[in-house]
């Protein structure tokens, strides 16, 4: 099931869609709290510097998405395994993949003792923990092509 939530619709450009896949694990936050704490300062940064308009979409109980095993050692085969996971997703539901379409798996934990997120750069998708407020800000920079090298230091 898919619950949008809109920013400012004031940009000229193709709009920049967030799709945030809820996993099982964080069935406790709901969609207005999460777009709050951890989004709204994202999108009126991305409005700003980007000119587009930024709209989330919550996607929350789809059995064999949602209740994806994203916990291992082996980052690099969870995250592979989640974007073929996401990949068939979007085919089966005719969704866009484009680059402005992100999808971003939110868990509670993290994937393993080290690791809190995981993508790649100009991704359309990867897998962010809620443990802070700034790894799936973090993550989805990597995905619309952020590097720590360009990343500015205040």
Not at 24 to 48: P, V
């Amino acid at each position: 099931m898919r619950h949008a939530a809109w920013a400012n619709n004031s940009a000229s450009r193709q709009p920049l869609t967030l799709y945030l896949v809820l996993h099982n694990d964080t069935s406790h936050h709901g969609t207005q709290e999460l777009r709050q704490d951890y989004f709204a300062w994202l999108i009126k940064d991305l409005e700003s510097f980007t000119g587009r308009y930024v709209r989330l979409a919550f996607i929350r109980d789809v059995p064999g998405l949602t209740d994806f095993a994203y916990q291992s050692d082996d980052v690099d085969e969870t995250y592979y395994a989640w974007k073929n996971r996401m990949d068939r997703y979007v085919i089966d539901n005719g969704l866009e993949r484009n680059a402005t379409t992100k999808y971003l798996l939110l868990t509670q934990n993290r994937i393993n003792s080290k690791t809190l997120g995981a993508s790649t750069d100009k991704s359309y998708t990867g897998i962010a923990s809620l443990e802070t407020f700034a790894i799936p800000a973090h993550e989805l920079g990597h995905m619309l092509g952020g590097t720590h090298e360009a990343a500015e230091v205040i």
